[in-house]
């Protein structure tokens, strides 16, 4: 992944709605949701969910494809990987045992 792909995807994830929507899609898997049922799981205003969607889709993050009148989002997990590895490519000097991470909740170390 190239310095700018990385930079649109993490701006367009930058945002409190995107993220959720984008973590939303992520748990749904690759059969992803209708734009209509993630506005509605986030209680957004569809209109406002649309353009935070086609934002992620123009960052890469998300594919889109109509089904009748209804546009499905799924998340670009080939994408979501690059970003991954790019964000840890050069992690504490290249030792993956130091870069994994724990499943479920991360949080931050006290203090940090």
């Known amino acids: 992944m190239e310095d700018q ?5 993490l701006g367009a994830l930058a945002q409190e709605d995107r ?5 939303l899609l992520m748990a749904a898997g690759p059969q992803g949701l209708p734009s209509g049922a993630i506005a509605e799981r986030l209680d957004i205003q569809p209109t406002r969910m649309s353009f935070h969607l086609t ?8 594919t889109a494809r ?7 989002y799924a998340v670009r997990f080939d994408r979501m990987k690059n970003l991954l590895a790019f964000l840890v490519e050069d992690c504490c000097g290249n030792d993956p045992a130091i870069c994994c991470f724990p499943t479920g909740k991360y949080t931050t170390p006290s203090g940090a």
């Open 5 to 9: 792909d990385a930079v649109s995807a």
């Open 66 to 72: 109509r089904e009748g009148r209804h546009i499905h």
């Open 55 to 62: 934002t992620l889709e123009r960052a890469g993050l998300l």
């Open 19 to 23: 993220l959720a929507a984008f973590r």
